[in-house]
């Protein structure tokens, strides 16, 4: 197992670059870049990205989303999505291209939504800001403009997508990594969506069978679906290679109601999971998520990510030496 962290591409800095080098991150993952000015990501730009990675000795690991003009035709299926496809498909081939191996994505309409602390009113130990979610809590959310959307007509779109993206990644070299449904709530503004729980999951990777598709396993998002049953989701999907790389964080509570807290807090057992991860064969990249914001904290929340590498990288080298 690799211990890596996202960086939004405005914080892949030296900086930063050599704060991750110092706590002994070996990969990076690039959150939300933008890379080029014609609706794909363009060769040039992904090697500067992967060298600048390189020249402090860690790897570009992957790429994690795409700018929401490169696809949302797609999703919210409007005049546009074949030229859009194409752009796509370009990505996939140019991250080939480029060596860098994944590209993790969500695949919906609505997103995150529906939290009502989210770094801003304490509610952690010792007053940490944490991100909270309480159904009961938050007004009605208004529909999306893309609502009505059932949960079947996102099936649809979703595999129109994967059976174009699936065969261009894998001759590439690319992994499409999924991201789960956060909150897992199969209709949310009037939209439906697709990875709320197990079987879900499942359907997605027997949607369109290849060593390209696969997951981009939140297990934030997973342990929302219920606490109880994380680490088997950990055994089954793991155990079937296709969890790509690792969202790892933790909560308390489930849906439809939960904080994200300090891994050393939460409902699942920290070291628990990392054994299920090891003994299920995982060897990939496991980040850092939704860390708590700590005290004197500047923008990148360095000391909250610190906190959770550090705690990460204590809990691989125990399971290793088992």
Excluded at 82 to 96: A, D, I, R
Aim: with cysteine; charged share 25%.
């Amino acid at each position: 197992m690799k211990l890596g962290i996202g960086f939004p591409q405005r914080e892949m800095t030296d900086a930063n670059l050599r704060y991750a080098q110092q706590l002994g991150v070996t990969h990076v993952i690039a959150h939300s870049p933008r890379l080029g000015d014609h609706g794909y990501h363009e060769l040039d730009a992904l090697m500067a990205m992967r060298k600048h990675v390189e020249s402090f000795g860690m790897t570009l690991e992957g790429l994690e989303n795409l700018p929401h003009d490169h696809w949302d035709c797609i999703v919210e299926w409007k005049d546009g999505r074949e030229e859009q496809m194409k752009n796509v498909q370009q990505t996939l081939e140019n991250m080939g291209r480029a060596g860098i191996p994944i590209l993790g994505y969500y695949f919906g309409l609505a997103g995150v939504w529906g939290h009502w602390r989210n770094y801003d009113g304490g509610g952690g130990r010792g007053g940490a800001n944490v991100k909270s979610f309480d159904v009961d809590r938050i007004p009605e959310a208004p529909d999306h403009e893309a609502a009505p959307v059932s949960v079947e007509e996102m099936w649809d779109r979703f595999t129109w997508f994967l059976k174009r993206a699936v065969p261009v990644a894998e001759s590439a070299g690319v992994k499409l990594a999924a991201h789960q449904d956060d909150p897992p709530v199969e209709m949310l503004r009037g939209t439906g969506r697709l990875l709320t729980n197990h079987d879900a999951m499942q359907r997605l990777i027997d949607l369109v069978p290849s060593p390209s598709n696969g997951l981009e396993f939140c297990q934030g998002t997973v342990s929302e679906m219920g606490s109880d049953r994380a680490v088997d989701a950990i055994r089954r999907f793991a155990g079937q290679g296709k969890i790509f790389y690792v969202h790892f964080r933790n909560i308390k509570g489930e849906y439809l109601k939960f904080d994200e807290v300090f891994l050393d807090e939460g409902d699942v057992d920290p070291l628990e999971a990392m054994r299920a991860y090891k003994e299920a064969g995982f060897e990939g990249v496991m980040t850092p998520d939704h860390c708590p914001v700590i005290e004197g904290e500047g923008s990148y929340r360095h000391r909250g990510m610190a906190f959770s590498l550090g705690y990460m990288r204590a809990l691989m080298q125990t399971v290793e030496k088992e």
